[in-house]
């Protein structure tokens, strides 16, 4: 029942654990503020309180990502030197900077909330109130971007010399903008915004369909999915910047991902498939020339094969299903946005059918599936390297004893997280439903003061 016992397998399993339950936490928390600032505008803009109320609602819950945010991100911030002490004494050094600046951008993020949270109606002028937003915004948006240059960083690793295992000349803005920053960095923030977008029309959607078609639901759906067909589309353009940087930094990854075996011209994009022995794929379908427009921007460009590599040196082929899986659910993050626009622009009657709420529904829980699947492609696919070329996983991993019994201790505790933190985002909403709150502050239902 139990695996043999090995630290660095432990240690993995910890590691991806609490990253894949933080990502939850901390993805939101860093693309709901700026949806906040969205409404909060549009409530100025357009002197409509139904905005303002929708601000004010998603800041509330907000609170509650950011708490068990905080409390996961420094379960990684302590795994990173307990289970990895190896990887740490040799990069640790160079990516302080970074980590360093990711806890300052978390504090200003922080001090800005907690007066933002505690000013509501306070000024004579909105406009103040919202210019507080702001620094939240650039504070959650700076530290998703600081803490990914450091996984950036174990992809690209720059900024040192390496001589006789010992770090130095260490240059840490270098190691920071390192070549898999512009990429990895922009594709972590834009599907921030884009599955918080997603996240909040969920709940609205959710809510029509249950049958309350209160105008406010409908401000709320037409604010997410604008903004989430705008996050689809630069998901997409930064997606293929990125199997550009992969075809000239990280080959063998984009190899692994896509099932290519043998070094080609007019590659074809290999989609779904089973891979039978021998590196047989079957029953996939091939896009051609689609893999060397990927790659390199054209057709007849040739592209890397896994040949090239060594067989120790390879990602694990099963990263093509999560590959596959990621970017399947981006193409329908694109299409339900476009099709919830196209309705309004040309069939406003279809805007609000129950086809369509169940898809925008479905969008939520499939945006934080790809995040999860998309972290799991990009952690797997670096393997077996903990820093790229330079230490194998192993190598960096502990040596103690009962870091599986920490992994059943954490397992544990995330439960009781997740659970505690549904329950109160449930009790929070549920006794203080929109009607009574609409009610309570004389707000029409054109979001005027009645």
């Known amino acids: 029942m139990f695996l043999e016992y090995d630290a660095a397998v432990f240690s993995r399993m910890l590691t991806g654990l609490t990253l894949g339950f933080h990502i939850i936490f901390a993805t939101i928390g860093v693309g709901v503020p700026l949806m906040i600032a969205f409404a909060e505008w549009m409530g100025l803009r357009k002197h409509d309180e139904h905005y303002r109320l929708l601000a004010r609602r998603w800041a509330r819950g907000f609170v509650v990502t950011v708490a068990v945010g905080v409390v996961t991100g420094t379960s990684i ?33 922080a001090i800005f909330l907690g007066i933002y949270l505690y000013t509501w109606d306070r000024f004579k002028n909105r406009t103040r109130h919202f210019l507080l937003m702001i620094p939240i915004v650039i504070g959650a948006s700076f530290s998703a971007f600081f803490i990914t240059s450091v996984n950036s960083f174990m992809n690209a690793p720059r900024g040192f010399e390496l001589t006789n295992g010992v770090i130095t000349n260490i240059h840490p803005l270098a190691a920071m903008f390192n070549p898999a920053a512009p990429t990895k960095t922009a594709h972590v923030l834009v599907t921030c915004y884009l599955t918080s977008a997603f996240v909040l029309g969920m709940i609205g959607a959710v809510k029509m369909l249950k049958g309350d078609r209160h105008v406010y639901h409908k401000k709320a759906l037409q604010l997410t999915m604008t903004a989430a067909f705008v996050f689809s589309i630069g998901t997409v353009g930064i997606g293929d910047l990125s199997g550009k940087y992969l075809a000239e930094y990280q080959p063998e990854k984009l190899a692994a991902a896509e099932w290519h075996f043998k070094t080609q011209t007019e590659a074809p994009l290999v989609v779904g498939g089973v891979l039978k022995e021998g590196n047989n794929v079957q029953y996939a379908l091939e896009v051609p020339y689609a893999l060397s427009i990927l790659a390199h921007g054209t057709p ?55 086809v369509l709420l169940w898809g925008i529904a479905a969008g939520g829980p499939l945006s934080i599936l790809a995040t999860e699947l998309g972290w799991v492609y990009a952690e797997v696919g670096r393997q077996p390297w903990i820093l790229h070329d330079i230490m194998r996983t192993p190598e960096g991993a502990t040596t103690s004893e009962h870091v599986d019994a920490m992994l059943y201790l954490f397992i544990g505790l995330y439960a009781v997280l997740g659970i505690s933190s549904a329950v109160v985002l449930r009790k929070m909403f549920k006794n203080n439903p929109v009607a009574h709150e609409l009610e309570s502050r004389g707000i029409d239902r054109r979001g005027g003061s009645s």
């Open 77 to 109: 911030g302590l795994q990173l030197n307990l289970l990895w002490p190896n990887f740490m004494q040799l990069a640790g050094q160079t990516i302080s900077l970074p980590l360093f600046m990711e806890v300052f951008a978390f504090f200003f993020e």
């Open 300 to 354: 007849s460009a040739e592209v890397t094969g896994l040949e090239e590599f060594a067989q120790e040196d390879r990602p694990p082929l099963i990263v093509h299903y999560f590959f596959d899986s990621m970017v399947a659910i981006g193409m329908y993050l694109v299409f339900i946005p476009l099709l919830y626009l196209v309705f309004r622009w040309k069939k406003p009657g279809w805007l609000h059918h129950k």
